[in-house]
């Protein structure tokens, strides 16, 4: 049976005690398809985990709690067998590509994706001869780009690192230009403009190996802040648009609707996806987070969709404040190292269901007197109907769905604070409806899964702009009549329906 799965998100504040009901209302408008959710291979000082692998084991596949389908490695500014420069002089171990190489072996097992990102071409490349961006003293302040005479030189080196990994048993699925081109930095880092940026994609994309690596697909640089500054000349020269697939950036002082859903406009319009690859929410702060912390990370990830973001990718993938714990004794007690921390549940009540799913229409209203600002989201996929929900303030809510299908059956899935994830209980409905009303606990992130009734669907979907003002009839399959016989379904003029008998 073909499967349909509607998604929903609110965010909700409000101010008594049920004393107000949010109405969302779900259209069946489409918008676009999500790839998934990820974080990169790394913790601190952006190190690889090498042989430990069990991270991306708590975090990746449909076995996993987490659900998480992308990730994200640093491709790093060297050829292997080649003379090794780190990037910070204060490392204890050689850093290559090998320190990723277990992790995206067990991410492609489990059907994920694994994409490379450049924080540096080899230094030999660049205009001050090493792979530091230049802002440093022991640069002279030097501005590290790629030379004018090296650009023929990029897309094969990616080339070199696609090569690599492939040998290794690790078909890479995407390769970005580089990790936030705006931005000056002394460790690892290039600095492009966007005409910079154009000239290399219109100009040498093209030897990108795409016919030797097949499916392979080219990302953007990813800005700091997600500038559409770097992604529209892309989209607007027909020669490099046709060589980028994904444009994508980052969120460092530019929240989600703003530069992202700008960019998004045009990467839509030309059937590009959209990628959020790094942004870390909370981090380095000198305790774990929160649980109100925790639902600002979920008030991101929804938004990200709102502004038409297909693929959502965190930062540190092990850090106390992302998905999986450290150990570090001062973060101690809920620190735990490879033991899943709650940013990770957060995650996967958007990674477990929203993954697939095309986003949907919404419109919604607050009942006078709740002083509530929220926001809405919903998709579609599978034979579900799932609605989510954050409250971020101290007083509960009722949540009045207005869906496009009827519902027959439902599970709450429910977290309320760091020690109370992902809590299950069932959703009581009588017989099948489009119209509920379900509660929305405070300071509380909330996913209700339906399941569609199948009959009503398929009645919605054969009825057309003719059939309106008279009766209808179908079969118990939701199949179209031509006339009425035996038992069947009627469909009168307001849209309402009921199981008749007529006798041939």
């Not at 490349?125 to 230049?134: E, M, V």
């Not at 990200?304 to 998905?323: D, E, K, Q």
């Not at 604070?417 to 606990?441: A, G, R």
Request: net charge neutral; hydrophobic share 35%; aromatic share 10%.
């Amino acid at each position: 049976m073909k499967q349909i799965i509607i998604t929903i998100v609110a965010l909700v504040a409000a101010t008594a005690a049920r004393a107000g009901v949010i109405t969302v209302t779900v259209s069946d408008t489409r918008y676009q398809t999500v790839t998934g959710f990820g974080a990169a291979c790394c913790d601190g000082a952006m190190c690889p985990f090498g042989n430990d692998t069990q991270p991306v084991r708590l975090l990746y596949g449909k076995e996993s709690k987490i659900g998480l389908n992308i990730m994200r490695m640093e491709i790093s500014p060297n050829f292997i067998g080649d003379v090794i420069v780190p990037e910070w002089g204060n490392w204890d171990s050689p850093y290559d590509w090998n320190g990723s190489l277990p992790s995206a072996k067990i991410v492609k097992q489990r059907g994920g994706i694994v994409f490379g990102t450049p924080w540096s071409p080899p230094g030999d490349y660049k205009t001050n001869g090493t792979a530091q961006g230049g802002n440093a003293d022991d640069q002279g302040n030097q501005r590290g780009e790629l030379r004018k005479d090296c650009y023929e030189k990029f897309f094969p080196w990616l080339n070199t690192f696609l090569e690599w990994m492939k040998k290794k048993g690790v078909a890479v699925d995407a390769v970005s230009i580089q990790n936030e081109p705006d931005w000056w930095v002394s460790y690892s880092g290039c600095l492009y403009t966007p005409q910079q940026q154009l000239d290399l994609v219109k100009n040498y994309a093209h030897m990108l190996d795409r016919d030797t690596y097949k499916g392979v697909r080219l990302i953007s640089a990813e800005p700091l802040g997600f500038d559409p500054k770097y992604s529209d000349p892309l989209m607007n020269d027909a020669t490099a648009r046709n060589q980028i697939d994904i444009i994508a950036g980052h969120l460092y002082g530019h929240p989600p609707l703003g530069n992202m859903k700008k960019a998004a406009v045009l990467a839509s319009k030309y059937g590009k996806e959209v990628w959020m690859t790094e942004h870390s929410v909370t981090d380095n702060i000198d305790r774990l987070p929160n649980w109100h912390e925790q639902l600002i990370f979920a008030e991101e990830l929804n938004e990200c969709m709102l502004a038409g973001c297909t693929g959502y990718i965190y930062w540190y993938m092990r850090a106390h404040w992302a998905f999986v714990g450290t150990g570090e004794a001062k973060y101690n007690p809920g620190n735990t190292k490879n033991k899943l921390l709650p940013r990770a549940y957060v995650m996967s009540h958007f990674s477990k269901h929203v993954t697939g799913s095309t986003r949907l229409g919404t419109k919604a209203s607050v009942s006078t007197g709740t002083n509530s600002a929220f926001e809405t989201s919903a998709y579609i996929k599978g034979d579900s109907l799932i609605v989510m929900a954050i409250d971020t303030t101290k007083n509960a809510l009722d949540l009045k769905l207005n869906l496009p299908y009827k519902v027959k059956s439902g599970t709450h899935l429910l977290s309320t604070s760091n020690e109370s994830l992902c809590q299950e209980q069932p959703i009581d409905i009588s017989e099948p409806t489009n119209e509920l009303t379900v509660p929305l606990p405070a300071r509380s992130l909330n996913t209700y899964i339906f399941m569609i009734d199948q009959g009503s669907l398929a009645i919605e979907e054969h009825r057309s702009a003719a059939d309106a003002g008279k009766k209808t009839y179908y079969d118990l399959s939701g199949r179209r009549l031509q006339s009425p016989r035996g038992l069947c379904i009627e469909r009168s003029a307001d849209g309402s329906s009921r199981k008749v008998y007529v006798d041939d």
